[in-house]
């Protein structure tokens, strides 16, 4: 997978910079623990962290064309290509020469062939500069769907960049600055594509080219959701899914390394398995290797909520017998999620308060660790609920219809909501509804809009598009950190372009047309899974219940009460806090009471660890 970091200054010779260069790279080890590359050379400095899946004895990485004129183009890649082996053709016809096996040497010749042109012929997630020497250019691209991160910092003479801002925070030339427009993208579930926490800092932004030359920088879209009518019937529809979906795992079990699925029990997650057990069993490379996850007690203390309606082992073991599977149950338990190196892992990984999902951070982080061990490659479900409408507020006409992200809507709000201790004064000055407002209509001006469309299918459109453009980010991007933080590489199958586009145009009646949520999957792929598979309720990743995981917030949150210096107490309320702590801890701890306790822990440690400067 790999991490990709650099520095263009047109005013500089960068060519003795190697400690900078090198500095910069050493903040992504984790992302690459097989081998680290820099390339130095006139007005560019280029850094790599590699993970080793294809040709692991080759592809060693800044990989540069040879000329000794001076104009050859030099790569820092990361990611898989899928559809590599298919360009390797195409490019030894037009007479290319290969010395490796690997994609990266692919996408190198594939610019030199095709220059900017190259991104659209890609199929994978990926994220790379190219630095092209005798244009004096350097080109960052980002795949379609944004699975892959890459951090940008324009400087007055060029840019520095990276997979993760800690690489260019790693410059001494880069301030750690937060202003209040940072504050209110870690405070709300917003995410908007192209900006970051810190100030001066941009993401490019899915399916977005970047080219920095002495004139300046440009940006320029290479992909995005279109519009189109879907004129397949019902059962032509199923069939181009079951097909678009079974080609798209088949690509992604290419690996030369041991390679996994990550299990839960529901529809996505034992969709992609179902389809890798058929593939490696047809190859002669079966079983295929499963991993699931689940907290300790979990099967005789669990309680079912709103979200949660039953554990997933039953339909994990069930999934097991039923393709073969090779199967491993992480179990984890509260001391490990509170443990103080594992909460500093997850905030070191993602450079900024992990604002949602509480303990969901730690225990992916943990669950990754395991299956490192075994596997360096894994394959995952996410973005299916995206893609084919599986959460609950694309089936709630009010949050159809609400003038904000529906996930903010009543409902759905209180699992994204940690700024309850949050001093008010400081909330009313960031003015969060305002800015949710911004953004919201941001992103509501992108929706692409298709002639004649009723207005009931219009504002499904809108839904699916908010979902596939911000709230899928947010998800990409945990599962990025967390993996990549272990070393492992997870690919999404459901993210792939093809499948997206095509399932983005398929009106709603289609994809609910039994009228349960996700019905277009579930009959794609109703002769590989069990009844009980694909009958089952959505869940999410599961969460702990344990209220001695809420017991240590408490105790932690108390003192940081006690301390006249922790940084956080300025942006709280301190007598809402001391109230939350005099509440009795119940004999079930959910997720979304704990919400602001995570938040304002994360928050502390970022501004404490981190050097943080507020300025708001």
């Given at each position: 997978?790999?991490?990709?970091?650099?520095?263009?200054?047109?005013?500089?010779?960068?060519?003795?910079?190697?400690?900078?260069?090198?500095?910069?790279?050493?903040?992504?080890?984790?992302?690459?623990?097989?081998?680290?590359?820099?390339?130095?050379?006139?007005?560019?400095?280029?850094?790599?962290?590699r993970l080793a899946v294809i040709d692991p004895e080759h592809g060693r990485q800044p990989m540069h064309t040879t000329a000794g004129d001076g104009s050859g183009v030099v790569i820092t890649f990361s990611g898989e290509i899928y559809n590599f082996r298919e360009l390797r053709a195409e490019l030894i016809a037009y007479g290319h020469r290969f010395r490796t096996r690997c994609d990266t040497e692919v996408v190198l010749r594939g610019y030199v062939q095709w220059g900017r042109g190259l991104a659209e012929r890609l199929n994978g997630m990926y994220a790379f500069a190219v630095w092209d020497q005798a244009r004096e250019e350097l080109l960052l691209v980002r795949d379609r769907m944004g699975v892959k991160p890459l951090y940008y910092y324009p400087t007055a003479h060029g840019v520095l960049f990276g997979s993760e801002p800690k690489a260019v925070l790693a410059h001494p030339s880069v301030p750690r600055r937060v202003t209040a427009e940072g504050l209110c993208e870690v405070l709300d579930m917003v995410k908007t594509p192209g900006r970051t926490v810190f100030s001066g800092m941009y993401e490019v932004r899915p399916g977005e080219l970047v080219v920095v030359g002495r004139s300046g920088l440009t940006r320029r879209t290479y992909w995005r959701l279109q519009a189109h009518e879907h004129t397949d019937d019902l059962d032509t529809t199923i069939a181009t899914v079951r097909d678009l979906l079974s080609d798209t795992v088949t690509r992604q079990l290419v690996s030369d390394v041991p390679l996994c699925t990550l299990l839960s029990g529901g529809l996505d997650s034992s969709a992609v398995t179902a389809l890798a057990a058929s593939e490696l069993g047809a190859a002669g490379r079966?079983?295929?290797?499963?991993?699931?996850?689940?907290?300790?007690?979990?099967?005789?203390?669990?309680?079912?909520?709103?979200?949660?309606?039953?554990?997933?082992?039953?339909?994990?073991?069930?999934?097991?017998?039923?393709?073969?599977?090779?199967?491993?149950?992480?179990?984890?338990?509260?001391?490990?999620?509170?443990?103080?190196?594992?909460?500093?892992?997850?905030?070191?990984?993602?450079?900024?308060?992990?604002?949602?999902?509480?303990?969901?951070?730690?225990?992916?982080?943990?669950?990754?660790?395991?299956?490192?061990?075994?596997?360096?490659?894994a394959l995952s479900g996410e973005a299916a609920d995206e893609l084919f409408g599986g959460y609950q507020w694309f089936?709630?006409?009010?949050?159809?219809?609400?003038?904000?992200?529906?996930?903010?809507?009543?409902?759905?709000?209180?699992?994204?909501?940690?700024?309850?201790?949050?001093?008010?004064?400081?909330?009313?000055?960031?003015?969060?509804?305002?800015?949710?407002?911004?953004?919201?209509?941001?992103?509501?001006?992108e929706v692409p809009v298709l002639p004649g469309e009723s207005e009931p299918e219009r504002a499904l459109r809108r839904v699916s598009y908010l979902n596939l453009t911000r709230f899928v980010q947010t998800l990409l991007d945990r599962k990025d950190r967390m993996s990549m933080a272990t070393g492992l590489e997870v690919r999404v199958p459901f993210c792939d372009h093809r499948l997206v586009e095509y399932v983005f145009n398929v009106p709603w009646e289609m994809k609910t047309f039994d009228g349960r949520e996700k019905s277009l999957l579930r009959a794609a792929v109703t002769d590989l899974l069990p009844q009980s598979v694909l009958t089952r309720v959505k869940t999410p990743y599961p969460a702990t219940q344990d209220p001695a995981y809420e017991r240590v917030l408490r105790r932690e949150l108390s003192a940081v009460l006690a301390d006249g210096d922790a940084p956080v107490r300025e942006l709280m309320d301190l007598e809402k806090a001391r109230e939350v702590l005099r509440r009795p801890v119940g004999g079930v701890s959910r997720p979304y009471d704990r919400g602001s306790l995570e938040m304002a822990l994360w928050m502390n440690t970022w501004l404490t660890a981190h050097d943080i400067r507020l300025e708001l």
């Open positions: 997978m790999c991490g990709v970091t650099g520095w263009v200054d047109f005013e500089r010779d960068l060519s003795s910079e190697h400690a900078t260069a090198g500095a910069m790279t050493r903040t992504l080890a984790c992302r690459g623990p097989d081998d680290e590359g820099v390339w130095l050379g006139g007005h560019a400095a280029l850094g790599h962290r079966g079983p295929v290797r499963t991993f699931s996850v689940d907290f300790t007690g979990a099967g005789t203390g669990f309680e079912p909520d709103a979200v949660r309606r039953a554990t997933d082992a039953p339909f994990v073991r069930e999934m097991v017998r039923h393709v073969g599977a090779d199967h491993t149950e992480v179990l984890l338990d509260s001391g490990g999620l509170s443990a103080p190196a594992v909460r500093d892992a997850v905030l070191t990984a993602t450079d900024a308060p992990p604002a949602y999902w509480g303990d969901m951070w730690p225990s992916l982080y943990l669950f990754f660790q395991q299956v490192r061990q075994h596997c360096t490659v089936h709630r006409r009010a949050a159809v219809e609400a003038e904000t992200f529906p996930w903010l809507t009543p409902g759905s709000a209180r699992y994204f909501g940690g700024r309850g201790l949050f001093d008010r004064k400081l909330l009313d000055k960031l003015d969060l509804p305002g800015y949710q407002r911004d953004r919201y209509a941001q992103a509501r001006a």
